[in-house]
């Protein structure tokens, strides 16, 4: 195991992962261990990972227990556990900018201890003139109402609230362990991201968001489901899909 590792978790991501880990291949650093978490898939997500030429290790940890926080925060653990000090994640239906690992680095070598990136819409998903502008500014306007809601402002929080997306984060090993870690929930029980957020400005004040930390994410939920199903989604799940399964939007 390298000392920077990426985390990836993946259920069913056979049709998607691809891009992803060709994404991961063409970064400007790829001096990381890259570690797929296979969410219980009962697709080929696996064996498309082990058939991939990586220029870097790669290592697929299977996670029986469903949700996106619970498998993340076995991928995390399990690159602590074997020697990595800085860990970031993305998705199995995200695309990294080419100097993702790098700016995660630079962050974190300057002395972030959280660094929060931006999501774009992916372009070959050919994004409208809506998905491309109006909804991430409409996420970034709730996210600043995020940043005055009284549980976002408790006295234990040692800096400021700041959107974060799962998919686009990096943090050191030791405030994932100082803190808790991410949330280990259902998808529909939680944002595991902003609950891992939480956790950590208890902890530090070492906290950015970086708008140089780009990832370009699917819209295939918001397509699914609309905006104003999606947006309802992030706020606390204020809507949920009627069954599990619909969650994972495929």
Not at 41 to 53: G, I, N, W
Not at 122 to 129: M, T, Y
Not at 145 to 162: I, K, L, N, Q, S
């Amino acid at each position: 195991m390298r000392t920077f590792a990426v985390i990836v978790p993946a259920y069913n991501e056979a049709t998607s992962i691809g891009a992803t880990l060709a994404a991961l291949a063409a970064q400007t650093d790829t001096d990381f261990t890259l570690v797929v978490v296979d969410n219980a898939s009962t697709d080929d997500t696996a064996e498309v990972v082990r058939r991939f030429a990586a220029p870097f290790p790669v290592e697929l940890v299977r996670e029986e227990e469903r949700g996106a926080g619970t498998a993340a925060d076995t991928g995390f653990r399990h690159a602590i556990a074997h020697g990595a000090v800085l860990l970031a994640r993305t998705d199995a239906d995200c695309r990294p900018a080419p100097d993702w690992v790098a700016k995660a680095r630079a962050h974190l070598a300057a002395g972030a201890e959280l660094v929060c990136g931006r999501s774009v819409p992916r372009r070959d998903e050919h994004p409208s003139p809506v998905e491309r502008y109006v909804f991430p500014a409409v996420v970034r306007l709730a996210a600043l109402y995020g940043r005055y809601r009284g549980a976002h402002r408790r006295p234990e929080f040692r800096t400021p609230y700041v959107l974060i997306h799962g998919h686009n984060l990096a943090l050191t090993a030791d405030l994932y362990q100082r803190c808790g870690g991410t949330a280990r929930e259902r998808l529909e029980d939680g944002s595991e991201d902003v609950t891992l957020l939480n956790r950590a400005r208890r902890h530090t004040d070492r906290i950015v968001r970086a708008e140089d930390l780009t990832v370009e994410n699917s819209l295939r939920r918001l397509r699914a489901w609309g905006a104003r199903r999606t947006l309802l989604w992030y706020w606390d799940r204020r809507w949920r899909p009627a069954t599990s399964t619909e969650v994972h939007v495929r």
